[in-house]
Nanobody, 122 residues
Framework: VQLQASGGGLVQAGGSLRLSCTAS????????IGWFRQAPGKEREFVAA????????SYADSVRGRFTISRDNDKNTVYLQMNSLKPDDTAIYYC????????????????WGQGTLVTVSS
C-alpha cells in the first residue's frame, strides 16, 4: 500500500486543522492506520491509530481529547482532526499502515507515507 499525507499548514494556537492520509490500492480496509509526528530535534512519536473498520481507536496522552482519528474506507482515506492546537504540536505528521493489529501499527508499522508539515504559532 502507498500512503500520502496532506492537509498540513500554518495555524495559530487554539486553531484547528484536518489531515488526510490517502492510500492506493483496493485493500485499504484491511490495514490498521496510524498517525505519527516528528518535531525538530525530537524522535518520532505515536499520535493516534484506528482499526480496519474504524470502530476502535488509540491516542497518545498528549493529544487525547483534542485530536480525533477517523476513516472512510470507500475513499481510501484516514483523517486526523486536530483541535485546540498548541505550539508543541508543531511537527511533520506521517501516516502509516500495518495489516496485523492496532498495537503493531502504533509501534512498528510496516508501510509509511510522506509527511505533511504542521506549524502552530503562539
Amino acid at each position: 500500500v502507498q500512503l500520502q499525507a496532506s492537509g498540513g499548514g500554518l495555524v495559530q494556537a487554539g486553531g484547528s486543522l484536518r489531515l488526510s492520509c490517502t492510500a492506493s490500492g483496493r485493500t485499504f480496509s484491511t490495514y490498521y492506520i496510524g498517525w505519527f509526528r516528528q518535531a525538530p530535534g525530537k524522535e518520532r512519536e505515536f499520535v493516534a491509530a484506528i482499526t480496519r473498520g474504524g470502530v476502535g481507536t488509540s491516542y497518545a496522552d498528549s493529544v487525547r481529547g483534542r485530536f480525533t482519528i477517523s476513516r472512510d474506507n470507500d475513499k481510501n482515506t484516514v483523517y486526523l482532526q486536530m483541535n485546540s492546537l498548541k505550539p508543541d504540536d508543531t511537527a511533520i505528521y506521517y501516516c502509516a499502515a500495518d495489516p496485523a493489529s492496532l498495537l503493531k501499527v502504533s509501534r512498528a508499522a510496516k508501510y509509511w507515507g510522506q509527511g505533511t508539515l504542521v506549524t502552530v504559532s503562539s
